[in-house]
């Protein structure tokens, strides 16, 4: 994506990165899991890569070389990577674009760590974009709507107040700031709020997917938890595994309050286990990869 990956809780990836729907699913996995890489373990071994151990790396992930190479080749194109040669190792470096798309992603993968405050208030964006402009207006409620913002009324969207600079972002990558306005504010009355949250979001859907999670990897978690060794190579191809699927699941949910939700809401159950799959996997995949950045 907008989307750190420093430490564990600034390391992932997300809605800022690249799109193209016309691509075939296999290459378009090969896209994703390739941002979900440069989030998760090349901002942590220095913001460069070598290509060919980006490709066996990948490779043992469940990728196909070609597609790997194809993947780099776009991200190339689109101003995320640039050559660059280290210790006669051939490889690529991430770009400040890529880094501020990997950074603003983290605002979004991380929201669901920490609901909002009901207090801090709420961001509205409301345009009016002109029907000569009708491609960019619907790339803005795409970029609202995977920023986890709610449609709540005709050109109306809303997220807690802390989603503002994303936001501001969005509008202004797009060159749409005269046609727009944001707000921040409180919920002083009319509509309830619980009501209002659940017309703009489709919270039945994202607990689903929430839930979805915790069945596919809770027993995951469980084997780790109770196994004193853990093969480097499936710690790496287990982390990655982990981080692309959980990267896509917060991009409907900005973090809402908790006194909005319902009183089962999945979220923090979910989070948590990713965390504790994290903890577990994380250190080892790294020192799996590690040394497929020295010369070999």
């Known amino acids: 994506m ?14 800022a990165e690249p799109t193209d729907d016309a691509r075939p699913t296999a290459a378009r996995r090969s896209r994703t899991v390739l ?16 290509i060919a151990g980006t490709v066996e790396l990948l490779t043992q992930a469940g990728l196909d070389a070609s597609s790997v190479r194809t993947a780099v080749f776009r991200l190339k194109q689109r101003g995320w990577l640039e050559a660059q040669t280290r210790s006669g190792v ?28 009901l207090a801090d208030g709420w961001c509205l964006v409301n345009f009016s974009v002109p029907e ?47 046609q727009c306005a944001l707000f921040t504010g409180d919920h002083v009355g009319g509509q309830d709020l619980a009501a209002m949250v659940r017309k703009g979001w489709d919270l039945d859907e994202i607990d689903r997917r929430y ?9 995951e978690a469980d084997r780790l938890a109770a196994t004193a060794f853990v093969d480097s190579r ?35 159950a979910a989070v948590h286990l990713f965390e504790q799959l ?19």
Do not use: C
């Not at 941002?35 to 070598?50: C, D, I, Q, S, Y």
């Not at 991009?251 to 909005?260: C, I, K, S, T």
């Not at 577990?280 to 040394?291: D, K, N, S, T, V």
């Open 132 to 178: 000569s402009a009708r491609a960019r207006r619907h790339q803005l409620t795409a970029h609202l709507a995977a920023l986890g913002f709610g449609n709540i009324g005709a050109a109306v969207w809303i997220a807690p107040a802390r989603m503002l600079p994303a936001a501001g972002r969005a509008i202004d990558e797009l060159g749409l700031t005269d």
């Open 234 to 268: 499936d710690a790496f191809t287990g982390y990655l595994s982990v981080v692309d699927d959980w990267r896509k699941l917060p991009f409907r949910d900005p973090g809402l309050p908790p006194q909005v939700l319902p009183p089962d809401w999945s979220g923090p």
């Open 2 to 15: 907008s989307e750190t990956l420093g430490g564990t809780s600034g390391a992932l990836g997300g809605t």
């Open 35 to 50: 941002v979900t890489f440069l989030g998760a373990v090349v901002r942590k071994l220095g913001n460069w890569m070598p």
């Open 211 to 219: 839930r979805e999670f915790l069945t596919d990897r809770t027993a």
């Open 90 to 117: 051939r490889g690529y470096a991430l770009t400040p674009a890529a880094l501020e798309a990997l950074a603003a992603g983290d605002e979004v993968i991380w929201h669901a760590r920490q609901p909002a405050d």
């Open 278 to 296: 994290v903890a577990a996997l994380e250190g080892r995949a790294l020192a799996h990869a590690a040394p497929y950045w020295s010369p070999r």
